[in-house]
């Protein structure tokens, strides 16, 4: 199956959203609804049928969705005009809420607003956009996990735990006549090592979070005709592949998307491969060289009816050191090369025989590849990923913080001094979930957000 995520311009309905403490006064001058109703009486979580005129003229027959204040997606008054999906009917019903006083919304503001307003967290409102770029179930599912909470649950139980002790060293710096130094320097110390503990684990499991956000950045190399396009033509005709076809950062690339079993590759450059085989060029050394240097995984696919030649050599040496596993392809014909050569277990000890124009042996590397991964150990029932690198960083900071507070400590600093290191701590954690951000942070946030969201 393949399936296309990019968007279209015209669909079935289309919606204009409003929020803000005016958006009923803008929606009474353009909506008529069919059974006239003071805007007052009409409760919140309701629908209503009408038209969307411009004075006389009726612009299109609409459903419009009133959410009343605080009960709404950015906490503030917010109606939805459902109307026919046209551009132009879109169109137009925007330039009239505009002629009536609304203002035009930045990407992702309604989720801006829902956070300035208190009701989400900014790890929640970064989820937002995960879930709308999800490009496989599991990232999906890490998503819906973070908009429920548990990332910032955790995050609020570590800060819970510094707080606690923090309130005995403030006693002990405030009240320095009470003796009560040896007690808080074990608690803190004790505190100190729990945090870091549950720290460490969410910082690790950036590991995971990042193959499912991210994909295994995955390369097939080998020489013309081993059998690159086909191996590909195998992967992507697959039933249970969906494939999302990503603009390459340079020019004329795509990176193709891949979830199989549940496994996200991202196949680097396989537009390359694909466009190579109407050319004469066929990709080559040079080309397998600078694509092999920045992939997670490199699958060395080697024509096993014919000897190693010296191109192939040429790949085994350039590949050598990296995560690589080696197809021997064309196990139907009668095969020259075996696993037992000792110039490919050189390289890796993963080693299997396919025939990529018949699908044999190709279940095995999905099996591989999941064994290599640790992808089957990923649970996403029980576990909390991180899979965003702001978010992983500012976990790092905490962590960097929390050794300098022991440092500190052990240096026999005063209380005061350590109370100010484990501030720094309580910042980076507040940072992560926006209640201590900057103003730049939280607009580089949400200019990665889409319109109306
Ligand atoms: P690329 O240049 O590495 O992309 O190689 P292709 O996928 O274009 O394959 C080169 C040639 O080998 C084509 O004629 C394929 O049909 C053939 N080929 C690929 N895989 C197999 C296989 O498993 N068995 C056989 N017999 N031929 C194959």
């Known amino acids: 199956m393949r399936l296309s995520l990019r968007l279209?311009?015209?669909?079935?309905?289309?919606?204009?959203?409003?929020?803000?403490?005016?958006?009923?006064?803008?929606?009474?001058?353009?909506?008529k609804p069919k059974n006239v109703q003071n805007i007052d009486d009409i409760k919140g979580y309701t629908i209503k049928y009408g038209n969307i005129v411009d004075g006389e003229n009726i612009i299109d027959e609409v459903l419009v969705s009133y959410f009343k204040a605080p009960k709404s997606y950015t906490t503030e008054n917010m109606c939805e005009i459902n109307s026919h999906g046209g551009n132009i009917v879109l169109k137009k019903i925007l330039e009239l809420c505009l002629k009536n006083g609304a203002e035009l919304a930045e990407p992702g503001e309604f989720t801006k607003r829902a956070f300035l307003n208190g009701r989400i967290d900014l790890l929640q409102a970064?989820?937002?956009?995960?879930?709308?770029?999800?490009?496989?179930?599991?990232?999906?599912?890490?998503?819906?996990?973070?908009?429920?909470?548990?990332?910032?649950?955790?995050i609020a139980k570590i800060k819970q735990e510094i707080l606690d002790v923090m309130v005995n060293i403030e006693v002990a710096i405030d009240y320095p006549e009470y003796d009560v130094d040896d007690v808080t320097n074990k608690q803190i110390y004790d505190m100190l090592d729990s945090v870091e503990k549950k720290l460490k684990i969410l910082e690790s499991s950036f590991d995971n979070g990042k193959i499912i956000k991210e994909g295994i950045k995955t390369a097939i190399v080998g020489k013309p005709n081993a059998g690159k396009s086909s191996l590909l033509n195998a992967i992507l005709k697959e039933d249970r592949a969906i494939v999302t076809e990503i603009e390459g950062t340079t020019r004329d690339t795509i990176e193709e998307f891949v979830t199989i079993n549940g496994i996200p590759l991202k196949l680097v450059d396989t537009a390359g491969i694909r466009k190579a085989k109407d050319e004469v060029e066929k990709i080559g050394i040079s080309k397998s060289r600078e694509i092999a240097k920045e992939a997670d995984l490199i699958i060395a696919i080697f024509d096993s009816s014919k000897d190693l030649t010296d191109e192939d050599m040429e790949i085994l040496n350039l590949i050598k050191g990296k995560k690589v596993i080696i197809l021997l392809n064309k196990i139907d014909l009668n095969s020259k090369i075996d696993e037992n050569d000792f110039r490919l277990l050189d390289v890796s000890r993963d080693i299997i025989k396919v025939s990529a124009l018949n699908n044999l042996g190709i279940d095995k590397l999905y099996e591989k590849i999941t064994d290599m991964f640790n992808l089957d150990q990923i649970n996403l029932d029980n576990e909390i990923l991180i899979t965003n690198l702001r978010q992983k960083s500012l976990i790092t900071k905490a962590i960097e913080h929390i050794q300098e507070t022991k440092n500190t400590m052990s240096n026999n600093m005063p209380l005061d001094i350590v109370a100010i290191s484990i501030k720094e701590i309580l910042e980076d954690l507040g940072s992560i979930t926006g209640d201590e951000v900057s103003e730049d942070i939280i607009d580089e946030i949400f200019s990665k957000f889409c319109l109306g969201k």
């Open 8 to 31: 279209l311009g015209i669909g079935g309905i289309g919606i204009v959203r409003m929020s803000g403490k005016n958006c009923f006064d803008v929606l009474q001058k353009i909506f």
């Open 126 to 154: 970064e989820s937002v956009i995960d879930i709308i770029n999800a490009k496989s179930d599991k990232e999906l599912k890490t998503g819906v996990k973070q908009l429920e909470g548990f990332l910032s649950n955790e």
